[in-house]
């Protein structure tokens, strides 16, 4: 076999594995906007929608601008107790999402979140 068919062949095999394997999914945010809609759930999942306008959303998340909290782990009750506060003092926030449904089937989980300076 001549070299440049070893390079062909491994340039295809490259190429090929490339496609196969799976994409990572698209993660979403939100342009600044107020929480809405806070639903907190038995077993520690806290979903919330965002009023800001909505980018990039996984397709995974059907559910019209809403995001997921895990707040069973000391992670996710750091982000529910940032969400709250900004909930009740009526500040804006910036969602960034993770690309993935894993809390909350519908909604896209929370990465984390920017408070816009009033």
């Known amino acids: ?13 490259i190429l090929f594995a ?3 394997s799976p994409m990572p999914a698209q993660a979403g945010w939100s342009d600044y906007g107020y ?16 009023d800001g ?3 990039s959303a996984p397709g995974c ?9 895990n707040a069973a782990n000391p992670g996710g009750q750091a982000l529910m107790s940032a969400l709250t506060t900004a909930f009740a003092l009526h500040l804006k926030v910036q969602v960034f999402g ?21």
């Open 1 to 13: 076999m001549t070299i440049s068919k070893v390079v062909a062949i491994s340039f295809l095999g």
């Open 18 to 20: 490339g496609v196969l």
């Open 35 to 50: 929480i809405l809609d806070v639903n907190v759930v038995n077993n520690g999942v806290y979903i919330f929608r965002s």
């Open 53 to 55: 306008a909505r980018n």
């Open 61 to 69: 998340a059907t559910f019209n601008a809403r995001y997921a909290v």
């Open 98 to 118: 993770l690309g993935t449904c894993n809390t909350w089937g519908d909604s896209e989980d929370v990465q984390y979140i920017i408070y816009q300076n009033p």
